[in-house]
């Protein structure tokens, strides 16, 4: 059972444009959202994250939009570059000590100049 | 470089040799992780360690996967018997557990080919 469903599988735009992840989960106890960027040949890093108590975090061109009774959630990313060109997980993990992400399983970006 | 190193980077093995990998985790976190990647998937948790506690294994973790993190410093990942399927990259995390999320702080990786 996949909990943590992510679109598309791969994502091509232009230098510019705005790129868009989408995540669906299922789990209501998740409290814990983050995203992660991995480029060839790294482990995953940390992009942003955000809490169910807010519908839209912005962290320069990159925001989480959330939507709590839909239980989905998403990545904008504004501006982009072909330096974004990489691999984007969504994860999805509860509290309580834990804190275990079930990642989605990523989507390629890939932005040409 | 402070941040998670894996050792080694590569390894090609035959089928039913074992194997063991290295994670040395950023020194001051007290949690250590191992995860699982398949090509076309995001990272499958295998185990944890709080200090040198393992504190929870995944269903993944089969017999023949074995971890540990003797003093809470490194760790080590076993594998025994390999087979075809283990052929994935092993990646290691480590975090502080303070903040919110606990954010997780990634190595590299190992990939295993098994042959």
């Known amino acids: 059972q996949q909990q943590v469903k992510q679109s598309p599988q791969s994502l091509i735009v232009q230098k510019g444009g705005i790129s868009i992840i989408n995540c669906a989960y299922e789990n209501t106890a998740f409290d814990y959202f983050p995203w992660y960027q991995q480029f060839p040949g790294k482990g995953p890093a940390l992009l942003i994250a955000?809490?169910?108590?807010?519908s839209e975090k912005k962290e320069g061109r990159f925001t989480i939009s959330f939507n709590k009774s839909a239980k989905q959630f998403s990545l904008h990313i504004m501006d982009s570059q072909p330096g974004d060109s990489a691999t984007y997980f969504c994860a999805a993990s509860m509290g309580g000590g834990s804190y275990i992400p079930t990642f989605g399983r990523g989507t390629s970006l890939i932005v040409h100049p | 470089d402070t941040g998670v190193s894996q050792d080694p980077r590569h390894k090609i093995t035959k089928r039913g040799q074992n194997v063991t990998f290295r994670c040395d985790p950023i020194s001051e976190h007290n949690r250590l992780y191992w995860y699982r990647q398949t090509l076309g998937q995001g990272p499958e948790f295998l185990t944890y360690?709080?200090?040198?506690?393992?504190?929870?294994k995944s269903r993944l973790l089969s017999d023949r996967f074995s971890a540990e993190r003797p003093k809470g410093s490194f760790s080590t990942l076993e594998i025994q018997r390999t087979e075809q399927g283990d052929s994935a990259m092993y990646l290691c995390?480590?975090?502080?557990?303070?903040?919110?999320?606990?954010?997780?702080?990634f190595g590299p990786g190992t990939r295993l080919t098994v042959t």
């Open positions: 360690f709080q200090n040198e506690a393992q504190l929870e």
């Open positions: 995390a480590s975090s502080l557990t303070v903040g919110v999320g606990y954010e997780q702080y």
């Open positions: 955000i809490r169910p108590d807010v």
